[in-house]
């Protein structure tokens, strides 16, 4: 299963709502993650199952989708936001793969 | 609380073998699943495989097949991935990752760097 995000990099401001999106290439139903990576620093879980947000993650994070097309919604963009976002399927038996990539930047 | 902690980074040479260790705490090892996931560079993420420390079962991807081994010895809590044949596209972090029955990787080791160089 291929996933494709949409942009590959965004700019936005402290305070933006950014939208980031991940399209599969079959359907995947809500098996979709997303994961925040800072630079040298290992991945964070943010949302999975395309919309439950993990523990301990603000509210300004939420995932939205099922079947093909799923999105990452950041509001009020904190400085601490500003890093790369991957999602991922889990969908069937593996490979888990991972979509390229969106960075968020100043 | 929850760690994975992994071996150091890594030196090796084209044709070698590595074989980076993961230290689960915190938790049951046996579980939960043991993920490898790697990033060269300026790269995204790019899964491996996966382990099952209770039973030892493994699943690989297709890329890595025959190169890859991943082990555990349950009686410290240690997964292990040893990858052969080493190239110099091989040189990456590599990352251990538990994965959870949601199919969701909620705790990440801090990584080992692979460096692959004559």
């Known amino acids: 299963i291929q996933m494709t995000q949409s942009p590959s990099s965004v700019s936005a401001s402290v305070g933006d709502t950014v939208t980031i999106h991940c399209r599969a290439n079959q359907t995947i139903n809500y098996a979709l993650n997303w994961y925040q990576q800072r630079p040298r620093e290992a991945p964070k879980l943010l949302v999975y199952?395309?919309?439950t947000l993990q523990r301990g993650v603000p509210s300004r994070f939420s995932g939205d989708g099922s079947g093909t097309v799923f999105t990452l919604i950041i509001s009020s963009l904190q400085p601490e936001d500003f890093a790369t976002y991957y999602c991922q399927q889990t969908f069937g038996p593996p490979p888990y793969t991972f979509g390229q990539g969106t960075k968020v930047d100043i | 609380q929850v760690q994975l902690v992994q071996s150091g980074a890594e030196v090796r040479k084209p044709g070698a073998s590595v074989k980076v260790s993961c230290k689960a705490s915190g938790y049951t090892f046996t579980s939960y699943d043991i993920n490898w996931v790697r990033q060269a560079t300026g790269q995204g993420l790019e899964w491996m495989g996966w382990m099952n420390p209770n039973s030892g079962n493994t699943g690989y991807a297709q890329k890595f097949q025959g190169r890859v081994t991943m082990t555990r010895d349950t009686s410290v809590s240690t997964a292990y991935m040893e990858l052969s044949s080493l190239r110099s596209d091989d040189t990456a972090v590599y990352y251990c990752?538990?994965?959870?029955?949601?199919?969701?990787?909620?705790?990440w080791g801090q990584g080992t760097l692979v460096t692959v160089s004559s």
């Open positions: 990752a538990r994965g959870r029955g949601s199919r969701s990787f909620d705790y």
């Open positions: 199952a395309a919309t």
